[in-house]
């Protein structure tokens, strides 16, 4: 197979991100066979410096899409009965030399319950706990093994105040330390991954075109996953195990699962399992085998290794997802062959994180000497930003904003296709639901099965702000689905924004200084208050009366860098409606009053 070397730094960047190629949800559901068996469904793979810990790399993937909170009474677990697989080529010749495998337990403890709980879960080891699951860690270094962990927790996924109050800290005594000092984190959280869902699978529609003034609906916003995430000390890492240097830096990482090749219904009514072990997912790179695979090839992709990656060859070199949007955008974009795209997808960066002597392979590539960057753009590479996508990925990450603009050719290095609409597509999503933590395992909390929502809220909230009076909305219904907002914060990310709302969540302030900004009519009924962090730091969005009361409690919590926003339904801390009139939305910082914005309830 040929590839083509020696591309700029950015034009590699470009089209590295461009081998994804325009997509509509990452890999959840991606292929037709693993639709039908969810629990060992890659949907995301990330990859990055830690940022706290910039001596570790953290790698996360998730599995077991669109977890619908309040889906109980067995809710979501790992599959006792698969394989679950985190692979790591140090070397660049497209093998996995380092891989961590994980292999999970599940132990009722009173079967003569229904229920997944008996009472509060207080601790890991409550006797309430009823359903609970375990795991080893084993490390393969050139295929000998060495086990890191076992019997270590999963924590109960986050049901609700009763059943799992102060969940947050619960979960974080799920963290554990193994053997060679790489923490490990494996259960619940919020999806991470943020894409108008619902917009980009009816053709490929933009709410609010070109996709770069908001107004976009996060399809996977208020919906949980299953994550297995290692913070790995970056000696462990390297082909020789030492101190990370310019010879043997660059990683690549991907995450697969596997099963035994035979399954057996019994009579019983019983499951079991048998034969040699098939892999049946696979995640490098995200949007991949989702947009550029065709569907006949799909469940080959998942089955095949980054070594045999020729195979797939002239689906990158005429991806299908750039012709689409050429014919339903009416956009001309760079024409077939994609040659340059072909060495990008299959190599890594050149001067950024291509390994020397690369064997073509589809991997996520991360260069451990880049320094996690102390104002990250959610662009990545393509923004300015080197730690992040594509060179490794990180949560905040905006890769489908990323991959439709290169699609499109819409960069400084293509010129005849940087023009509008090309460099401004987008979805008008850009940033997550909940808030990124600012430490392992990052991945924010998961929503809860009592209280949480989706998309588009109906209550009669509008809202005036003396320094923005835009004079704008009407009272157009909306969808409810959901009259509360969780305790640990969130809101709805970039979801329902009024159409007729022009403000674009990414020109906002990076400072805490600039406190907190109302987006949305006035009056109308999609109002949200938003806020920045520039580093990390315990954050506070409460919402309080004229005599300065306690109404509601948004947000409390811990959070990574970046820019949130939330909403409130109208509803106090007990659930009631709260009165018509006059209100104060107040946005703390480590304990520190820092803004405050005037709240009007309909």
């Given at each position: 197979m040929r590839v083509q070397r020696g591309l700029s730094p950015f034009l590699c960047a470009l089209f590295l991100a461009a081998s994804a190629q325009v997509s509509q949800a990452s890999s959840h559901r991606e292929s037709y066979s693993i639709t039908k068996d969810p629990t060992i469904d890659n949907t995301d793979t990330y990859a990055f410096v830690s940022p706290d810990q910039p001596n570790t790399v953290t790698i996360a993937c998730?599995?077991?899409?669109?977890?619908?909170?309040?889906?109980?009474?067995?809710?979501?677990?790992?599959?006792?009965?698969?394989?679950?697989?985190?692979?790591?080529?140090?070397?660049?010749?497209?093998?996995?030399?380092?891989?961590?495998?994980?292999?999970?337990?599940?132990?009722?403890?009173?079967?003569?319950?229904?229920?997944?709980?008996?009472?509060?879960?207080?601790?890991?080891?409550?006797?309430?706990?009823?359903?609970?699951?375990?795991?080893?860690?084993?490390?393969?270094?050139?295929?000998?093994?060495?086990?890191?962990?076992?019997?270590?927790?999963?924590?109960?996924?986050?049901?609700?105040?009763?059943?799992?109050?102060?969940?947050?800290?619960?979960?974080?005594?799920?963290?554990?330390?193994?053997?060679?000092?790489?923490?490990?984190?494996?259960?619940?959280?919020?999806?991470?991954?943020?894409?108008?869902?619902?917009?980009?699978?009816?053709?490929?529609?933009?709410?609010?075109?070109?996709?770069?003034?908001?107004?976009?609906?996060?399809?996977?916003?208020?919906?949980?996953?299953?994550?297995?995430?290692?913070?790995?000390?970056?000696?462990?890492?390297?082909?020789?195990?030492?101190?990370?240097?310019?010879?043997?830096?660059?990683?690549?990482?991907?995450?697969?699962?596997e099963r035994l090749a035979n399954r057996t219904l019994n009579a019983d009514g019983s499951m079991s399992e048998s034969g040699v072990h098939v892999q049946v997912s696979r995640l490098g790179n995200p949007l991949v085998n989702e947009e550029v695979i065709p569907r006949k090839d799909k469940d080959k992709f998942n089955s095949s290794q980054p070594s045999g990656d020729g195979q797939f060859l002239p689906y990158v070199l005429d991806p299908e997802p750039a012709r689409l949007i050429a014919q339903i955008l009416g956009i001309s974009v760079p024409p077939a062959p994609r040659n340059d795209l072909v060495a990008v997808f299959l190599t890594g960066i050149t001067g950024i994180n291509m390994p020397a002597g690369v064997t073509p392979g589809e991997e996520m590539r991360l260069n451990m000497l880049i320094a996690p960057s102390a104002t990250p753009n959610r662009l990545g590479v393509v923004g300015g930003d080197l730690g992040g996508y594509p060179n490794g990925r990180r949560p905040a990450d905006d890769v489908f904003d990323i991959t439709v603009r290169a699609a499109a050719g819409g960069y400084a290095l293509t010129p005849a296709y940087n023009v509008a609409p090309n460099n401004q597509l987008g979805d008008g999503v850009n940033y997550n639901d909940m808030p990124f933590l600012p430490n392992f395992p990052y991945l924010a909390t998961p929503h809860q099965g009592f209280c949480h929502r989706h998309h588009l809220l109906s209550s009669k909230i509008s809202a005036t702000v003396a320094s923005k009076v835009n004079g704008r909305g009407g009272d157009r219904p909306r969808y409810n689905d959901g009259d509360c907002a969780e305790k640990s914060g969130g809101g709805d990310g970039d979801e329902g924004e009024d159409e007729d709302d022009n403000d674009d969540l990414g020109a906002l302030p990076t400072s805490e200084g600039a406190g907190l900004t109302l987006t949305g009519p006035n009056p109308g009924l999609s109002s949200k208050l938003a806020y920045t962090l520039s580093s990390p730091a315990h954050v506070s969005l409460t919402v309080l009366d004229l005599q300065g009361r306690l109404v509601r409690s948004l947000i409390d919590q811990d959070a990574g860098a970046g820019t949130f926003s939330a909403s409130w339904d109208g509803r106090d801390q007990f659930g009631a409606r709260a009165q018509r009139g006059v209100y104060f939305a107040q946005y703390s910082v480590d304990g520190k009053v820092t803004d405050s914005r005037k709240v009007i309830l309909q």
């Open positions: 998730n599995f077991l899409p669109f977890q619908e909170a309040s889906n109980g009474p067995n809710f979501y677990n790992f599959d006792e009965n698969a394989f679950y697989y985190i692979k790591v080529d140090n070397v660049g010749d497209a093998m996995p030399h380092i891989v961590y495998e994980f292999k999970f337990t599940t132990t009722v403890m009173n079967g003569n319950t229904f229920l997944y709980n008996t009472g509060p879960i207080t601790s890991l080891t409550d006797p309430d706990f009823n359903l609970r699951q375990t795991y080893t860690v084993t490390r393969y270094d050139n295929g000998a093994p060495t086990v890191l962990g076992s019997n270590l927790p999963v924590p109960p996924v986050n049901i609700g105040p009763k059943s799992t109050p102060n969940y947050a800290e619960l979960a974080k005594t799920a963290i554990m330390t193994l053997s060679d000092g790489t923490k490990v984190f494996a259960g619940q959280r919020d999806d991470p991954f943020f894409i108008d869902t619902g917009a980009h699978f009816d053709l490929l529609s933009v709410r609010r075109s070109p996709g770069n003034v908001g107004g976009g609906i996060d399809g996977l916003g208020g919906f949980n996953i299953h994550t297995i995430a290692l913070q790995i000390p970056k000696s462990r890492l390297t082909k020789n195990g030492g101190a990370v240097d310019t010879t043997n830096s660059i990683i690549g990482v991907w995450s697969t699962s």
